[in-house]
């Protein structure tokens, strides 16, 4: 039996998780060893240690969710465990949470922060596409197939907004629609949820706006970095600064890059260079052509997260898998968006190659499951196809 789940699981997916872990670890320590010494007063490998630490434990992560049945989370007992955590620990965090870049986002344990908002992302997933596989047969009735997941997105978007960490919960958002959209709904009901979201979104403004409460949208420092985001070379030294240095560094690269190590930016031009900037600095030292080999890395296990979703035969887990791919594939966009001025900066890292433990132990727990979930279903198929061969022999 072990034989043949080991025969059955995709080792190409594997091996190109393994690939970007790899290449994130060396541009963690080529994009922050200058950072970690001027800015933090630590040696030069001091990010790049932390990070080979966390990405050992997330390696083992990976291979204990890929051998770990992915039907257990689709219990109604385990998804109330994992809401339970989820909401609690961002309620927790809120009163007894580390401040950091103006948001409370995480949870100080000696040397280790742990930030929920990631383990959200997943928490989500498994819930929502539990919930919606088992109301398969009256999916297209709103009440009762949409309002109760809704809900509970809509308790988890608010706490994270309360952070405020506004990436993670336009990330969540997205995912949810995702997986709400993939779950078999006719056009007509995606036209109800969507018309209802736009008319829900404008009564909010509204009453923001009737109340005089719009600067909970309209801060100062989030008007400054949609500023920056429009008009970046306006303000070159203030709210454009981030932006500005991140083109520098992405044309100074060109197509063959300055060379591993030698980037001008991350010399303390461009803040944060080995998290939200990350994929400026591999620009800046690769030049296109590392660019295009971390692409084409996450574009194939964004693919082959879609193509095990596919073949997989329950709801539950292609669904399941269709979360997991969407969340690599919006959080790439999002991080590649705000670095080259496509989209505003919300502090969203790179998957498998920015700095970050949670965000890593997060990413390599989702791909362990989208294994589980590919293994399965080879199996399965593979049975399936003795059964035949046997009834026509």
Known sequence: MFKKMLRSYDYAFIIAVLLLC??????????????????????????YQKQKIFLILSVVVFFIFAFFPYKVYAHKRFQMTVMLGVIGSLILILIFGHAANNAQSWFRIGPIAVQPAEFAKLGVIMYMAAMLARKQQYIN???????????????????????????????????????????????????????????????????????????????????SR???????????????????????????????????????????????????????IISEELGTVGVCIFLFLLFFIVAKGLRIAQRCPDAFGSLLAIGISSMIGIQTVINLGAAIGLLPITGVTLPFISYGGSSLILLMLSVGVLANISMVSNMKRKYAADIASLKNN
Do not use: W
């Open 226 to 280: 949609f500023t920056g985001f429009m008009h970046p070379f306006d303000d070159v030294q203030h709210s454009g600064y981030q932006l500005v240095n991140s083109f520098i560094a992405i044309a100074q690269g060109g197509m063959k890059g300055l060379g591993l190590g030698h980037s001008i930016q991350k010399t303390g031009y461009l803040p944060e260079p080995h998290t939200d900037f990350i994929s400026a």
């Open 22 to 47: 790899c290449f994130g670890l060396v541009m963690v320590y080529s994009s922050s060893m200058v950072v970690a010494v001027s800015v933090y007063g630590k040696a030069s490998d001091f990010f």
């Open 141 to 223: 009735e709103v009440k009762k197939s949409i309002t109760k997941p809704v809900g509970m997105l809509v308790i988890i978007i608010f706490l994270i907004m309360m952070q405020p960490d506004y990436g993670s919960a336009m990330i969540i958002i997205a995912i949810a629609m995702t997986i709400i959209f993939s779950s078999g709904l006719s056009f007509k009901t995606i036209a109800k949820l969507s018309l209802l979201g736009l008319i829900m979104i404008g009564i909010i403004l509204g009453i923001l706006q009737i109340t005089g409460n719009m600067d909970l949208l309209l801060s100062k420092g989030r008007l």
